[in-house]
């Protein structure tokens, strides 16, 4: 079969480019390979890049992780800010890229093949957009969006340019995390029944949105891939101290099917800086402490179990034959390789743009976190009521992404 080539003149540089068993030089930038014979529609589609050059835009305070985990990897191509201070700041310490004042500048020049977002919740989606439209792969910082329609306009723009689209859901590119979703596929915990997660510190507390937009996004993600389930509704209720009507404390509960829950509590106003979650399966249970620097991950092998009180009967009648036992083993602290999240989540970013592979955290997986966000919103505002998630945004999701699928 016949290939062609579509190549940006605007980009030069000549670099090798390996597809299987096809290896050879082209003018390296974004292009296009057709099976020749194929209608553009139908079977035209994006070749991976090579060597991703990714422009980040925020040099704010998270921003500066997302390019020097970029720079490491040696993908940083540009950076955006609008802050003259920060924009001397990011040329002062990256002398060798090219720094923009305009996103649009950015998106134009013909110098990145991506964008990794790092602005303020509200300009998410319109950076993101504007990005996409480009033809851009982004990468953009939880909360992927504000509302769970803005996120299903990314998804379709990214799908419709087939573009990767990617949520900065960090944690879970956390060897931890990982290690609990491996033990609950290979069945060590036995069937997950309850999580509850804890993230509090004192600070830092943000302008533009309330504790639970900045901080739940993290437990959300991660909640979702250990249920490998949609959520189905939620109830929160808040606790307003520093300003009006954005909450510093915030209690909800997530229910998924199969009589699964998860309660999250989040705070900006607490002594103690505390990232824990408890994952209580039927066989065993799990305490993931991000804090701790040598036991982040404690299994412990307790439980309850159903035994006949007649030990002869094969299977009870009644629950009254039934003797719940409690049962207390071992506590095993795995030793686990741990590296920076973020650069675990650059990395993919990376791979996914050239393989062509989904994202971990994609589109969806970001659309599931607001989904829960946006519910959590309408119960805040009516005294912590159970708001339904509409299971219609899931239709055409995929299913959870896990390193095993
Ligand atoms: N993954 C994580 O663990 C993590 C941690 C902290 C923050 N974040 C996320 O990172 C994002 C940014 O947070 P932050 O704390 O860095 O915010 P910030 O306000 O400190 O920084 C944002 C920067 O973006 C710049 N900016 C805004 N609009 C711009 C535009 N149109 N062009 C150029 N520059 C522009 C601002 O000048 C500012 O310097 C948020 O979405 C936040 O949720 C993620």
């Avoid at 930038?29 to 057709?34: D, S």
Wanted: charged share 20%.
């Amino acid at each position: 079969m016949g290939l062609c080539v579509w190549l940006d003149a605007s980009k030069p540089e000549r670099r090798p480019v390996h597809m299987s068993n096809l290896s050879f030089n082209i003018s390296f930038g974004a292009y296009c390979l057709k099976a020749a014979g194929d209608s553009e529609n139908s079977m035209s589609r994006t070749v991976q890049v090579a060597e991703p050059r990714v422009g980040v835009l925020g040099f704010g305070y998270w921003g500066p992780n997302l390019v020097r985990n970029f720079a490491e990897q040696n993908a940083l191509a540009a950076v955006c800010e609008q802050d003259p201070s920060r924009r001397k700041k990011a040329q002062s310490q990256y002398p060798h890229i090219q720094i923009f004042a305009d996103y649009d500048d950015m998106l134009k020049s013909g110098q990145i093949d991506a964008v990794a977002i790092a602005t303020p919740v509200e300009f998410h989606y319109t950076h993101a957009k504007a990005a996409l439209q480009a033809d851009k792969h982004v990468l953009v910082e939880k909360p992927l969006a504000r509302t769970t329609r803005e996120c299903l306009d990314l998804i379709t723009t990214a799908k419709g340019r087939d573009r990767r689209l990617m949520a900065g859901h960090t944690f879970l590119y956390n060897a931890a995390v990982r290690k609990i979703q491996q033990m609950l596929h290979a069945g060590e915990l036995g069937d997950l029944l309850y999580i509850y997660a804890q993230r509090l510190n004192l600070g830092i507390i943000r302008q533009d949105i309330n504790a639970m937009w900045n901080l739940a996004p993290h437990d959300i993600a991660i909640i979702h891939h250990l249920t490998q389930k949609n959520p189905l509704r939620v109830s929160a209720r808040g606790l307003t101290y520093l300003r009006h009507n954005l909450p510093d404390v915030v209690f909800m509960l997530l229910e998924f099917p199969n009589n699964i829950a998860a309660h999250i509590h989040i705070s900006w106003l607490d002594p103690q800086k505390m990232r824990r979650m408890t994952i209580v399966g039927s066989d065993k249970m799990v305490v993931y402490d991000d804090v701790s620097a040598d036991a982040k991950l404690q299994v412990y092998d307790k439980g309850v179990s159903k035994v006949s009180e007649d030990k002869g009967k094969q299977a009870p009648s009644s629950f009254g034959e039934f003797q719940l036992l409690i049962r207390s083993g071992d506590l095993l602290v795995p030793n686990i390789h741990f590296e920076e999240p973020l650069r675990g989540e650059c990395a993919h970013f990376l791979e996914c743009i050239k393989t062509g592979r989904r994202p971990l955290s994609d589109g969806w997986d970001g659309l599931r976190v607001v989904s829960v966000l946006e519910a959590a919103d309408q119960s805040l505002g009516q005294g912590g009521i159970p708001v339904d998630i509409n299971p219609s945004i899931f239709r055409n999701a995929p299913p959870i992404a896990s390193e095993t699928t």
